[in-house]
């Protein structure tokens, strides 16, 4: 198919601002990843116990679940690209205050924070690049927010990796005095500048602007990603759409006609808590400490982290190339059998390996059963519900609801995300590593079942063609 000059202005144009939109999605993950190579040193710098060195890790989790509830809303009230400005200023604040907290207290407090802007981000920005986006290429676009998370997470391992050998661990003394754990936080004060300025380069929504009656400021908007000839129908369309009564609220999400959740909501949820139920945050949160569980020296286990990390990247490129061509659900698919498999791998390794000193003692065979299982785990995830869950949630819902919707499904994937970090360290003590990933194998295998007989294709469908 063949493009004329305009067409391709306004593709390029359309790819530069939902790759700023998407550097939300690089923070989301440099900030979930930061606490991986931290967790020892929180512990000693603060003296924290077994219990509160866990909510050091999991605290921000429910900052998460509460940006991400109240996104949607903000959002619709203010607009996508306000509420990300707000989101950027938390980033730079929650980085620049992990560093410098003395207690435990003052260290959730900032990562509250931090959790609240993740939490925000994760649901504005694939909303907001769905939303000005063409149908045809609006999958791999949207994909481009998990892109962003990967790479976010592979920045935080490999600064942390390089922090920690030049500080001589993460308690050692880096730069200007300070420890190394400390600098592992500032880091992630460097893209949330950039996201900051960046973000009043980009134009707000077309769709909210719809909504919000400011239709002059959707065509002016709609004109530069689609050209003149399609803005005003688009407008028109939108508009359509909409209901006309009054702004987006929660009490949307009820039909009117028999007083129950729209179906598709039941559908974000489950695809929301599925992608935490299979455990891959064990991996990016607690990854230093699982390896280290299985026989592995904290420097092999940091570097475990950062193959980790460039497997996530390289299978979210795979998805994103794949995910307009195939469609969304057989990646689903796919990703569950695979995932299946792999973590049932893990548990059987884990399961069966003998204990030395607290410690697991993988025979060699076993270590290398490990890593290869490890990784193709994070390569199913890479290439399935990695990507493909936030591009669902950002294009499924009606306009109507798509706020309140992403709301509620992001407030859920948060909720489980926290659940299974809070528990990780529980089932390590109780059922070992191997009863923990039986856990999420078996969390694996239900996924591929509940994609087959509920999740319905996506894939080339205008958002207002979306039915609840």
């Given at each position: ?234 407008v028109v369309e939108i508009r359509d ?172 994937q948060w909720l489980a995300n926290f ?50």
């Amino acid at each position: 198919m063949t493009h004329t000059p305009h067409e391709r202005h306004n593709t390029s144009f359309i790819i530069l601002i939902s790759a700023i939109a998407a550097i939300g999605g690089f923070l989301f993950g440099f900030d979930s990843g930061v606490i991986n190579g931290t967790v020892a040193a929180l512990k000693e710098a603060f003296h924290s116990s077994a219990a509160a060195s866990g909510f050091n890790v999991a605290s921000m989790l429910l900052g998460c679940a509460g940006g991400a509830f109240l996104a949607g809303s903000l959002a619709d009230k203010f607009g996508r690209r306000n509420v990300m400005i707000i989101t950027a200023l938390l980033f730079t604040i929650s980085a620049w205050g992990s560093g410098i907290s003395t207690s435990s207290f003052e260290f959730i407090a900032f990562r509250l924070l931090g959790g609240f802007a993740i939490g925000a981000a994760s649901v504005l920005c694939p909303a907001y690049i769905s939303e000005i986006a063409p149908a045809a290429i609006r999958g791999r676009l949207s994909s481009l927010q998990q892109l962003a998370i990967v790479l976010g997470l592979f920045a935080a391992f490999l600064s942390n990796y390089l922090i920690a050998l030049g500080a001589h661990g993460a308690t050692g003394h880096f730069w200007l005095g300070f420890q190394g754990w400390q600098w592992m936080f500032w880091v992630g004060m460097v893209p949330a500048i950039i996201f900051l300025v960046s973000l009043f380069l980009i134009p707000e929504s077309p769709r909210y602007l719809v909504a919000a009656g400011r239709d002059a400021e959707a065509n002016s908007v709609l004109t530069r990603l689609l050209g003149a000839g399609e803005a005003e129908s688009k407008v028109v369309e939108i508009r359509d759409t909409l209901l006309k009564d009054h702004e987006p609220r929660l009490s949307d999400l009820f039909d009117k006609a028999t007083g129950k959740i729209f179906p598709v909501l039941w559908i974000g949820i489950g695809l929301a808590a599925f992608q935490q139920l299979v455990g891959i945050n064990v991996v990016f949160y607690y990854g230093e400490v699982l390896w280290r569980a299985a026989g592995f020296t904290e420097a092999n286990a940091l570097m475990q982290n950062v193959i980790s990390g460039a497997v996530n990247i390289a299978s979210t490129l795979i998805a994103i190339s794949l995910i307009d061509k195939l469609g969304r659900k057989p990646l689903l698919i796919a990703g569950s059998v695979g995932m299946a498999v792999t973590l049932g791998i893990l548990a059987y390794v884990f399961g069966t390996s003998p204990t030395e000193a607290g410690n697991l003692k993988l025979s060699p065979a076993f270590g290398l059963y490990a890593l290869l299982a490890a990784n193709a785990y994070v390569f199913f995830f890479g290439i399935s519900w990695g990507p493909v869950m936030w591009v669902m949630l950002g294009e499924m819902f009606p306009n109507q609801i798509r706020g309140s919707a992403l709301s509620v499904s992001g407030l859920t994937q948060w909720l489980a995300n926290f659940g299974i970090t809070m528990t990780f360290p529980i089932l390590l003590a109780g059922v070992g590593l191997g009863g923990a990933y039986g856990l999420y194998a078996f969390f694996a295998f239900v996924s591929i079942l509940f994609v087959v007989r509920s999740v319905r294709e996506t894939k080339g469908m205008e958002l207002e063609e979306m039915q609840g």
